[in-house]
C-alpha cells in the first residue's frame, strides 16, 4: 500500500457522501425539507419519476440544511489541505445537486473546482467516469471515495484513496496508479444502541402505575403490562429516531444534542430510516395482540409525536399540551392492555404533573439558551425572557397536581383501599418538596434536556421516590 507522500501530486478528486461528509447528502436534504413541509416528500416523488437527478434538484431547493454544522470528516479534510500545502489541485465531484456542492466547497475553501449533479444528469458511477475523463483524462487524477458506485471512477483514475470502505470494497479497487486505504472500515454497534435511548424507556414504567393505583397486582395482569411495556419502547425508540432525523439542524445546533448518532454521522442516516420502520413495525405486532384498543392509542402515540416533531414543537403552550397527552397516553396504554378502568383523579393528577414536567423541560432549555447568550430556543416558539412564565406555568400545574392528590386521598372510597391513608398526606408533602426542587434546580441552569432523566439521576429526586413509594406501601398494609 503506498503513503500518501508517495502519491504524485495530480488533480485529487474528492467525492462528497461518505467522504468529505459522514453523512448523505440526499437523505440529509430530504428529511430537512420534510421537517420544513411535510408535502415535500409527495412533490419528492414526483420528481422522482422525472428522474434521480430532478428529485435530488427538488429536494435542494425544499431544504434547509445547516451547511457549517454538517459532519465533516477531519482526516479527508485533513489531507486536502496537506495536498493544496503542497502545490497540487483539488476537485469536488459528487451526485449531490451543484447549488448543495457549490455551497459545502464555499463553506470548506478547499476545492478549486465543483462538479455535482446538474438537475438533468445524476453524477454517479460510469456517468461519473465519464465526466472526469472528460474534464482531466484517463489516469490523470486521484479519486478519493468511499462506495462500490465509485468503482467505475477508480478504474480510470491514476490513483486510488478509498474511505472507511469496507474490506470486501477494498479488494475490488482497481486503478492505474497507487491505492492507499484511509481510516479503516469498523464496525460498532454502540451508536445504534444510543440512537433507540434505551435510557428513555424509563418513561414506559408509567403503564404499570394504573395496575399499582387499582391494586390489581397479580400475574396475568403484570405479564400484560409487560408487553405493553415492549410494545411502547419499541414504538417509542422508532419514534426518537425518527425525530433525531427530523431535527438534525436543531441537534448540531445544540450543545449536547450535536453528538446523537445521526446529528454526528457515526450512523448513516439511510440506516436511521431503515431503523425507524422496524422498530415501528415490532412495536406494533404486540401492540395487535393486545387488543383493538391498545392499538388505537399507540397509533394515537405515535401520530401526536410525529404532529409534535413536524409542527406542534414550534409552536408556544401547545408543544407543552402535547408533551403532556405523549406522558398520559402511557397511563392510558398501561390501563387499557389489561382492561383496568381508568380512575378520573389518576386522570386528573397525570394532566396536571405532566403538563409540569413539560413546562420544566422547556423552562430548562430556554435557561440554556439565556445562558448561551441566545434570544430564542432553537426551534422553539419562546424567547428567553419568557422563562419567568413558563417557570410560573411550571408551578402552578405541579402544585395542581399535589391538591389533586390531596383531595383524591380525602375522597370516601380511598379507605376502602388505604387502611391508613393518613400516610399519604406524607407523600403529597414530598411531592410538594420535589416539584419545588426541581422548577428551582432548572431556575439555575443545573437541569439537564429531560427532567425525567435528571430525577433518575439525582439522589435527592430517587429519596424522595422512595420515600413516596414507602408512603403509599405503609397506607396500604399498615
Known amino acids: 500500500m503506498e503513503q500518501a507522500s508517495q502519491l504524485p501530486l495530480q488533480t485529487l478528486v474528492v467525492d462528497l457522501d461518505g467522504t468529505v461528509l459522514r453523512t448523505d447528502m440526499l437523505h440529509e436534504s430530504f428529511w430537512s425539507g420534510f421537517a420544513r413541509d411535510w408535502s415535500v416528500p409527495f412533490r419528492a416523488l414526483g420528481a422522482f419519476i422525472r428522474g434521480k437527478a430532478a428529485f435530488k434538484r427538488l429536494l435542494a431547493e425544499r431544504s434547509d ?58 453524477l454517479k458511477g460510469p456517468t461519473k467516469a465519464e465526466r472526469l475523463v472528460s474534464e482531466f483524462g484517463a489516469g490523470n487524477f486521484i479519486y478519493m471515495g468511499d462506495h462500490p458506485a465509485d468503482l467505475p471512477v477508480w478504474q480510470v483514475a491514476g490513483g486510488a484513496i478509498t474511505v472507511n470502505a469496507k474490506p470486501a470494497l477494498q479488494a475490488r479497487v482497481a486503478c492505474n496508479g497507487p491505492i492507499e486505504h484511509l481510516a479503516p472500515y469498523t464496525r ?16 414506559n414504567l408509567l403503564i404499570f402505575l394504573p395496575m399499582l393505583a387499582a391494586h390489581e ?51 448513516p442516516i439511510a440506516r436511521g430510516t431503515v431503523m425507524a420502520a422496524s422498530l415501528l413495525i415490532a412495536g406494533l405486532i404486540p401492540a395487535i395482540l393486545l387488543g383493538p384498543n391498545f392499538l388505537v392509542i399507540m397509533l394515537a402515540y405515535y401520530v401526536l409525536t410525529m404532529a409534535y416533531s413536524l409542527w406542534l414543537k414550534r409552536h408556544l403552550v401547545i408543544d407543552i399540551f402535547a408533551l403532556a397527552g405523549l406522558y398520559t397516553l402511557r397511563i392510558l396504554a398501561g390501563g387499557t392492555s389489561a382492561s383496568i378502568p381508568m380512575s378520573v383523579w389518576l386522570l386528573a393528577f397525570s394532566i396536571f ?64 383501599m388505604y387502611p391508613q391513608p393518613g400516610f399519604l398526606w406524607g407523600a403529597c408533602l414530598v411531592l410538594l418538596y420535589w416539584i419545588s426542587r426541581m422548577v428551582m434546580t432548572t431556575h439555575r441552569g443545573q437541569m439537564n434536556d429531560d427532567p425525567v432523566l435528571y430525577a433518575a439521576k439525582d439522589r435527592v429526586s430517587l429519596i424522595c421516590f422512595g420515600l413516596i413509594f414507602a408512603l403509599g406501601v405503609a397506607g396500604t398494609l399498615l
Not at 465531484?93 to 451543484?98: K, L, M, P, R
Not at 433525531?244 to 444534542?257: I, N, W, Y
Not at 402552578?396 to 375522597?411: E, H, K, N, P, R
Open 65 to 122: 440544511v445547516d451547511i457549517a454544522t454538517l459532519p465533516y470528516d477531519e482526516t479527508v479534510l485533513q489531507r486536502l489541505r496537506d495536498w493544496r500545502a503542497q502545490g497540487g489541485r483539488t476537485a469536488l465531484v459528487t451526485a449531490t445537486d451543484q447549488r448543495l456542492a457549490n455551497r459545502i466547497a464555499e463553506h470548506l475553501g478547499l476545492f478549486d473546482l465543483v462538479i455535482g449533479s446538474d438537475g438533468t444528469c445524476n
Open 188 to 203: 460498532d454497534l454502540r451508536p445504534y444502541a444510543k440512537a433507540i435511548r434505551p435510557h428513555q424507556w424509563l418513561k
Open 217 to 267: 397486582l397479580n400475574v396475568g395482569v403484570f405479564f400484560l403490562a409487560c408487553v405493553a411495556f415492549v410494545s411502547f419502547s419499541l414504538i417509542a425508540s422508532s419514534v426518537y429516531v425518527l425525530n433525531d432525523l427530523l431535527d438534525l439542524k436543531g441537534d448540531r445546533a445544540h450543545p449536547r444534542k450535536r453528538l446523537r448518532p445521526f446529528a454526528a454521522g457515526t450512523i
Open 353 to 416: 404533573f405532566f403538563f409540569s414536567l413539560a413546562a420544566v423541560k422547556r423552562q430548562a432549555e430556554l435557561v440554556d439558551s439565556r445562558n448561551s447568550g441566545k434570544l430564542k430556543a432553537h426551534g422553539r416558539g419562546y424567547h428567553v425572557e419568557d422563562v419567568p412564565i413558563v417557570t410560573m406555568m411550571a408551578l402552578a400545574s405541579g402544585y395542581i397536581s399535589v391538591l389533586v392528590m390531596a383531595l383524591y386521598i380525602s375522597a370516601p372510597h380511598v379507605l376502602e
